[in-house]
């Protein structure tokens, strides 16, 4: 098996060769930084993350680009309301971004370009493109002509003729089509502006991806990423800006998107009250869970953000977590694996093909949230089962499987948390949603004792019950009760 991807440009699944041997660029758009990102946001760098991973995994040596936005309309309109620098409250949303961004997991990647620090290249790009006949200069503003690009409308399959039925476009007598759409930008007062051939002004939105993958990937380069609502018109854009500045076709060998979050299967907006910053959802679900919901539906289809399915990751989150701790403290409790040949062999040995064929395959992270059940279904018997402790080789096959698992879980950026403190962490959480205290809880074991003591065991089942209706189950082992949080009453 090989590597390969889904390519927006042909709408088909294409065998991944990379440009230079052993390399990969990939360009991922980034965040427009003017407030606190959201779960759609959390999406995006998510699945692509996993996706730089695994070419990591595969050996590729890869140089991941992502931008920062911090010259906008938003960014200045946000800024004019606050009455702050806007680039100043750009470098703000920045480092907020990273503060999500590290408590899902997402690794940073190699380059993370600003438009405010790219202006040379802006520039430059578009007087190449300018003077390849694509561009025009009215009153201080550059546009890009689209009716010169023959090809405009290659990605999102639309035509000139669909999109002037389609939609709606303010007549601009500058423009030669209104489709045509701004490189520059000329200054207005209030604005964060930069000389030009064409006078002060700015860049328009589009230009900046072209301009910065250009300079740190070059032309030409392997992956290029993003949300599905990119495709039309930024990408679009993308594509026309740069064939059209350097001529090299075409510009991205591979373009990657991801499907929408939509909230209770309605699609996420403002509008409609739904709508969540990371901020919002990591305050009530751990980052390890949000994460693990995110990489449970292929990157491609829509996802549907609720709370059963939010609880449900947790759950099975938790459960990962468990296993891991409960199988590091036998290991270190016990001596040397000298007990003989792998007892489940096959289950260790087939692993690393199995999730690696699902990634493989368009980078299908919900197959690896599947895979990933048995490994630890397996270990749990190995662990607990009834005649698990005298199974030949236990501990030499929970050795081979906690080493398989790894890169597994390191791709999929979940359980490489020290399993103590985050299943403490899920612990508190849970409480949270559940509205007890852990106070309540050894309260409610107390009193179980008690009760069990006094041999009232219909007191102690009532107790007990009635923890597990609020989503608390107890256990009783060697070390006294403890608890976990389910997530259903009917789940256990
Ligand atoms: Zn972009």
């Not at 991806?209 to 679009?236: N, Q, R, Y």
């Not at 499907?259 to 907006?269: I, R």
């Not at 990962?320 to 062999?345: N, V």
């Amino acid at each position: 098996m090989s590597l390969s991807i889904y390519n927006t440009m042909t709408r088909a699944k294409e065998a991944f060769t990379p440009q230079v041997e052993g390399k990969v660029g990939m360009y991922v758009c980034g965040v427009t930084v003017y407030d606190l990102s959201h779960i759609g946001h959390a999406r995006v760098y998510v699945a692509f993350d996993a996706a730089y991973r695994y070419l990591q995994h595969l050996g590729y040596d890869v140089t991941y680009v992502r931008n920062f936005t911090d010259v906008d309309d938003k960014i200045i309109k946000r800024a004019q309301e606050r009455d702050e620098d806007p680039i100043a409250l750009a470098a703000r949303y920045i480092d907020e971004f990273y503060v999500d961004m590290d408590a899902l997991g997402c690794l940073r990647p190699e380059v993370e370009p600003k438009v405010s620090t790219h202006i040379v290249e802006i520039i430059a790009m578009i007087e190449n493109i300018i003077a390849n006949g694509h561009g025009y200069v009215v009153d201080g503003d550059v546009y890009f002509d689209i009716d010169s690009f023959g090809e405009y409308g290659k990605l999102s399959k639309r035509s000139l003729d669909d999109m002037r039925a389609g939609e709606r476009v303010a007549v601009d007598d500058r423009k030669k089509n209104p489709f045509d759409f701004a490189l520059w930008k000329s200054a207005k007062p209030g604005e964060p502006t930069w000389e030009s051939p064409w006078g002060a002004g700015r860049p328009g939105w589009h230009i900046e991806c072209s301009a910065m993958s250009e300079k740190h990937l070059g032309m030409g380069f392997d992956i290029h990423a993003g949300g599905k609502d990119l495709i039309f018109p930024h990408h679009e854009n993308e594509v026309a800006q740069s064939e059209a500045a350097c001529g090299v076709k075409p510009f991205v060998h591979y373009w990657m998107h991801n499907g929408f979050v939509n909230v209770d299967a309605e699609k996420m907006s403002k509008s409609l009250g739904n709508f969540f910053t990371i901020r919002d959802v990591r305050s009530v679900y751990h980052p390890q869970a949000i994460r693990f919901f995110l990489l449970s539906t292929h990157y491609r289809a829509p996802i549907n953000y609720t709370e059963r399915n939010l609880e449900e990751a947790s759950h099975r989150v938790y459960y990962l977590y468990q296993t891991l701790l409960d199988a590091a403290q036998i290991m270190e409790a016990s001596g040397p694996l000298d007990d003989g040949p792998m007892a489940d062999g096959a289950v260790v040995s087939a692993l690393p093909g199995k999730w690696q064929a699902a990634m493989d395959d368009d980078f299908n992270t919900a197959l690896v949230t599947g895979i990933v059940s048995e490994p630890l279904k397996v270990l749990n018997d190995l662990m607990f089962g009834k005649k698990a402790k005298k199974k030949p080789g236990r501990l030499t096959t929970m050795a081979g499987l906690l080493e398989a698992l790894q890169p597994l879980l390191w791709v999929m950026g979940v359980g490489t948390g020290d399993p103590g403190e985050v299943l403490a962490e899920m612990r508190a959480m849970a409480l949270a949603r559940r509205a007890i205290t852990e106070a309540d809880v050894q309260a409610a074991i107390e009193e179980r004792v008690e009760a069990r003591a006094n041999k009232d065991w219909a007191k102690a089942d009532e107790v007990r019950d009635a923890l597990l209706t609020k989503g608390v189950q107890l256990m009783d082992g060697p070390t006294g009760t403890t608890w976990r949080p389910v997530y259903e009453a009917d789940d256990v």
